[in-house]
């Protein structure tokens, strides 16, 4: 994952790519039909059809904690495709052409915050699930309006479990 490549065309205000692509793991990649298959929603049970992967797209400006979160994915047993965001266009671009199965996004992102992410997701693909993830201290119970979930940080190893009721649902 520190090889990630960049998928971004444009950069931010920092200079940065708005977007990233994490290297899709051996067997991980969708086929033509699965990812019609997905985007209709006929996917048919908690884990993702045989040869593809779960399309994870990660809203946070920091790259550590978006890998740390696709290794607790990883190490959970999940085939995951992520992609990282930072910015509102970037994340409304991700939505059309990434079209991921669920969103995880920091609460405090400069510039652009999870509440104003959560927003978009909610306009542009109002059913997709929406989890909040936090490094603060103070957590709100239970999750902010709106989400399906908030998780610390610091208990990422819950995420497969919690990603596998999500999209179970």
Do not use: H
Not at 56 to 73: F, Q
Request: hydrophobic letters at 40%; aromatic letters at 4%; glycine letters at 10%.
């Amino acid at each position: 994952m520190a090889a990630n490549r960049e998928e971004g065309r444009r950069a931010g205000a920092n200079g940065r790519p708005e977007t990233e692509r994490a290297p899709a793991a051996a067997g991980s990649v969708l086929g033509a039909g699965a990812n019609e298959a997905r985007r209709a929603g006929t996917s048919g049970g908690p884990e993702p059809a045989a040869g593809s992967a779960w399309r994870v797209l990660l809203v946070d400006d920091s790259r550590d904690d978006a890998e740390l979160a696709e290794l607790a994915l990883r190490d959970g047993g999940l085939a995951v495709e992520c992609r990282r965001v930072y910015t509102e266009r970037a994340l409304r671009e991700a939505l059309a052409e990434f079209a991921p199965d669920v969103v995880l996004s920091d609460v405090n992102i400069p510039g652009f915050d999870g509440t104003e992410a959560q927003a978009v997701v909610r306009e542009l693909r109002p059913s997709l699930p929406f989890v909040f993830l936090t490094g603060s201290l103070y957590v709100p119970d239970p999750a902010p309006p709106g989400a399906d979930a908030l998780l610390l940080k610091d208990d990422l190893r819950r995420l497969p479990d919690l990603l596998r009721e999500l999209l179970a649902r």
